[in-house]
């Protein structure tokens, strides 16, 4: 019998919510608006409560899972500077409001389990999973699994020292790898645009845009050559918005990455790919972690 | 019932080997020098054969496990620099000639599984080990098991690229973290002097001796503060002799690390202690694998 699950996605600028199958396909959708800061978390709990309770009322779900960017864990956003939440126990709370259980996580995960079910790392035997969106998101699977770490942190590359004395990062230090591979370096790349009319830019042949995004790629097979060094994986999935620009992005930072990888005489190389469900992944992997797939 | 296992370590200058209990205590020794480049792997073979045969005439061992630098699969040291190893399956031949199963790890994995069973990582969910010799060796292990990555080549954090650009190293790339924090480094730092007689000097208040030290230390905490964002590990263990420095490397890297951890106001800190085994963690780690404790 199929089993149903709500994954949610809380972004930035949207709140989007589906309801998925064990077998990780999505069959109905709802979506609300992110609360402004001003607004405070009491708004975001509402905004989950309503598209949770929005896709309940015609679908017989079991559980929910959301995502959400920053530091997550024990059912709290710790961090996020793009979300009004601090700490507070917002999977409790949404929980006890929508009367079903409520699995709370950091949205890197959430997408990399959604690849690990039912995407490009289906079969991997540990896969290192990135998603390049403002920022750098990350999570890594070993068979099949999310390395967690001790204290739910685990897979935080985008803070990884690259360039010690480099660019000043948001996060009060310097040289961070998110601060050359990722939609805000491609943004300070290309000035004026944003990520995605710089990717439509590039390919329509613009050189500024082409070469930022060649940039990027190369910072990105940089890093991603380090975590090779650090995890070996088999495969390597590269997911979030700037992925939208495909070899564009992706054949610079293969050429980065075979160029700087460790012992690549004695490995197999590894395959950069793509995320395949697109934007998608979240909502799937966290009805997935809902569903106890995790 | 007391099992027995003969450990084993290659290194640079010397095969040291003991045999071990399944408690981690050392009741026999034996050491050979390690053959150099021209004698090839078949007197690598004589020489682990010589102790391995030396210490089974007197004690009921019923496994060998082997540590050794560099690049370890399937049995075979598919590449280390310091070694006459150049893929041939030493477990295997090492074996038929001893009668006995023998198991062969890279010698960072062997020591941090003793520090794991027997030393200072006992208590950790997960832990980063790190080895301060020549270069530097790495392992992970969370929930007490290491993580090998598909390849079994996971753990190569002295080749994680800190400053592009940086440093020439051995490996063919630039700015690898080894350059910056090993037993190399401190020699650079301090020329003319070993690594064991700088920290000797040190320890006698040289004050050349002492900075090249914490300037070693601050590159230390640098790189483990990268890796603290990648793994989120509740401990972190350095060993290799380097580490002998203890607070004179130690206090520098603790505090370059609390400078440099991202979202540190959101996790508990990150323990960062000597391994407890010394110079008996490749033998004791080694045995351990070989009686199945791994």
Redesign the interface.
């Known amino acids: 019998m199929t089993r149903l699950a709500v994954g949610v996605d809380i972004g930035g600028t949207k709140v989007a919510a589906a309801v998925v199958t064990d077998d990780g396909t999505v069959v109905a959708r709802a979506t609300s608006p992110t609360p402004t800061q001003e607004l405070g978390s009491g708004a975001v709990e509402d905004a989950l409560v309503g598209v949770i309770t929005e896709l309940g009322a015609a679908h017989s779900v079991e559980a929910v899972g959301i995502g959400a960017a920053g530091?997550v864990?024990d059912g709290r956003v710790?961090?996020c500077p793009h979300l009004p939440l601090r700490g507070e126990p917002v999977a409790q709370r949404v929980s006890q409001r929508v009367g079903l259980p409520v699995v709370l996580d950091n949205d890197a995960n959430a997408a990399a389990l959604g690849e690990a079910r039912f995407g490009a790392a289906r079969e991997?035997?540990?896969a290192v999973c990135v998603n390049l969106g403002t920022g750098i998101g990350?999570a890594v699977l070993?068979q099949g699994h999310l390395?967690?770490?001790?204290?739910?942190?685990?897979?935080?590359?985008g803070?990884?020292?690259?360039?010690?004395d480099g660019l000043p990062c948001e996060?009060g230090?310097r040289g961070?790898w998110e601060q050359y591979a990722s939609g805000r370096a491609l943004e300070r790349l290309v000035p004026g645009q944003r990520g995605a009319e710089i990717t439509a830019a590039a390919g329509s042949g613009d050189v500024a845009a082409v070469s930022g995004l060649a940039e990027v790629g190369r910072w990105l097979g940089?890093g991603l050559?380090?975590?090779v060094?650090?995890?070996?994986?088999?495969l390597i999935v590269v997911g979030g918005g700037v992925s939208d620009a495909d070899v564009l992005l992706l054949d610079p930072a293969r050429a980065a990455l075979a160029q700087?990888l460790?012992?690549s005489?004695?490995?197999?190389p590894v395959p950069v790919v793509r995320a395949v469900l697109g934007v998608d992944a979240g909502v799937v992997g966290a009805a997935a972690l809902a569903l106890g797939l995790g």
Do not use: K
């Not at 390395?147 to 590359?157: K, P, T």
């Not at 803070?159 to 010690?164: L, V, Y």
């Open positions: 530091l864990a710790l961090y991997a035997a540990v990350g070993a390395l967690r770490g001790a204290n739910s942190l685990a897979g935080e590359f803070h990884m020292t690259i360039s010690p996060c230090r961070c940089l050559a380090n975590l060094a650090a995890y070996d994986p088999d700087q460790f012992a005489a004695w490995r197999p």
